[in-house]
Nanobody
Framework: QVQLVASGGGLVQPGGSLRLSCAVSGRIFSGNYMGWYRQAPGKERELVAT???????NYADYVTGRFSISRANAKNTVYLQVNSLRPEDTAVYYC???????????WGKGNLVTVSS
C-alpha cells in the first residue's frame, strides 16, 4: 500500500526557481530508486531525473545544470530543485518510485508547474 504524496509546483516566471518534494508512505522494500517525470501538454511523459538509494543520480540532458534531485532516505522523501525555468518546462511533474526487483512503479498524482510571464 505504497503511496506517494508530492507537494510544490505552481506558477513561476521564466528564470525563476521552485522546489518539489515527494514523500512516500506505506511498506517500502529495499532496492529502489526514485525520480521525477514530467508530461507537457500534447507530449508523452518523459524522465527528468532519478536517484538511487545510494545516491547515484541520472538527469535528462535538457535539465543538466538547472535541476537537482536529492533524497532523504530516512524520511523516504525525494526532492527536485528546479532553477532557471523556461516556458518549455511547463508540465505536470510526477513523482515516481520503482522497485528494482519487481520493476513495479508507484506514482504520485502529479503537480503542475507553469512557467509564464
Amino acid at each position: 500500500q505504497v503511496q506517494l504524496v508530492a507537494s510544490g509546483g505552481g506558477l513561476v516566471q521564466p528564470g525563476g526557481s521552485l522546489r518539489l518534494s515527494c514523500a512516500v508512505s506505506g511498506r517500502i522494500f529495499s532496492g529502489n530508486y526514485m525520480g521525477w517525470y514530467r508530461q507537457a501538454p500534447g507530449k508523452e511523459r518523459e524522465l527528468v531525473a532519478t536517484i538511487t538509494s545510494g545516491g547515484s543520480k541520472n538527469y535528462a540532458d535538457y535539465v543538466t545544470g538547472r535541476f537537482s534531485i536529492s533524497r532523504a532516505n530516512a524520511k523516504n522523501t525525494v526532492y527536485l530543485q528546479v532553477n532557471s525555468l523556461r516556458p518549455e518546462d511547463t508540465a505536470v511533474y510526477y513523482c515516481n518510485l520503482r522497485h528494482i526487483v519487481t520493476t513495479r512503479d508507484y506514482w504520485g498524482k502529479g503537480n503542475l508547474v507553469t512557467v509564464s510571464s
